[in-house]
């Protein structure tokens, strides 16, 4: 079975609070499917599923996390990564999510 790929355009915004987490909010129609077809597999702690993200020329492992305020999938986004594709809060980015079954 091949790896389903969700690809969108999202904003980039800000955890309130300590730490200046950056996250983007999976589309509505992507989170949907996710937790209707794969969230029985690879499913991790809080929820989570692991993914392969490639925003720009970056690519990377992680897990996309359920938000029950949201209602979304989110994905944090690493300094790293941030740094290396010059994103900031507020920015609209096209990502590609592979989701690992």
Known sequence: MK??????R???WLYPGM??????????KASKEI????????????GSVPVTVTIGSTSWKT???PS??????ILPLKKE???????????????SIEVKI
């Open 10 to 12: 999202e904003k980039v």
């Open 3 to 8: 790896n389903p790929v969700f690809k969108m």
């Open 19 to 28: 730490g200046a987490w950056h996250f983007v909010s999976v589309s509505k």
């Open 81 to 95: 990564v941030r740094k290396k594709e010059d994103i900031k809060n507020g920015d609209l980015v096209s990502i």
């Open 63 to 65: 897990s996309i996390f």
């Open 35 to 46: 937790k209707a077809g794969y969230l029985f597999i690879g499913k991790r702690g809080f």
């Open 68 to 73: 029950k305020k949201l209602g979304l999938y």
